[in-house]
């Protein structure tokens, strides 16, 4: 069974800084790899989807990477702001069909004025 | 362009009770999904359905019933509600290809309490 874990549960940074989130997977078999953020009381919303066929997907300041073989992802965000305190979330596409999304739990991201 | 809607936003029932949880969509996707969100635990996955018509299970449908009524609404529906059942419940939509994937579209959630 796929296990996605994203370490740490919780993080604060200063405004300015850039900083990477985790996420690693169990099953290297995958077909895809979102990264989501969800804002308190709200639904989430898509920042960047990685094919099983890519290394890298950017959008803006934001840049994730897919890493198959280590089971591991990253999600940079460069010159953080405030606006970026949420809660990231990764959710990995199993072999069979995009349906079958498999979330970790999430890292509440802070970032501090 | 209002993307993916929910009814209601909130709701409380008693044990026993039996609710339906709406969603619609208006963005012509094939595919959609009712996720349950709890803490600690992930998002995790109910039911879909790939296409109007079809319906397959997901992770955790016990105690869940679902209708595609069109290709634009899926409904959940509890029919006897249990104290496990709160949660917030999530609809999503997505296109869906051959080879290639799509990202996932969220509406705002449902936040249920069953007393």
């Known amino acids: 069974k796929q296990e996605v874990t994203q370490i740490p549960a919780a993080l604060s940074v200063p405004e300015g800084e850039n900083l990477v989130l985790n996420c690693s997977f169990t099953?290297?078999?995958?077909?895809?790899l979102q990264w989501f953020r969800q804002d308190p009381g709200k639904g989430l919303t898509s920042l960047l989807l990685i094919q099983s066929s890519q290394r890298e997907q950017t959008s803006g300041r934001l840049n994730a990477s897919l890493d198959k073989s280590s089971g591991r992802s990253t999600l940079y965000i460069a010159a953080s702001q405030p606006g970026d305190s949420a809660t990231y979330l990764c959710a990995v596409g199993a072999n069979f069909g995009n349906e079958k999304l498999t979330f970790g739990t999430g890292t509440r991201l802070t970032i501090i004025p | 362009n209002a993307g993916v809607t929910q009814t209601p936003k909130f709701q409380v029932l008693k044990t026993g009770q039996s609710m339906t949880l709406q969603c619609a969509q208006d963005m012509n996707h094939n595919s959609m999904y009712w996720y349950r969100q709890d803490p600690g635990m992930g998002l995790r996955l109910i039911y879909y359905s790939a296409s109007e018509g079809t319906t397959d299970k997901g992770e955790v449908p016990n105690g869940y019933n679902v209708s595609r009524l069109n290709k634009r609404e899926f409904s959940l529906r509890l029919e006897s509600a249990a104290p496990s059942q709160t949660s917030v419940y999530f609809c999503?939509?997505?296109?869906?290809?051959?080879?290639?994937?799509?990202?996932?579209?969220f509406g705002p959630g449902t936040r249920l309490t069953v007393t």
């Open positions: 999503a939509s997505s296109l869906t290809g051959t080879g290639f994937f799509y990202e996932q579209y």
């Open positions: 099953d290297s078999a995958i077909y895809n």
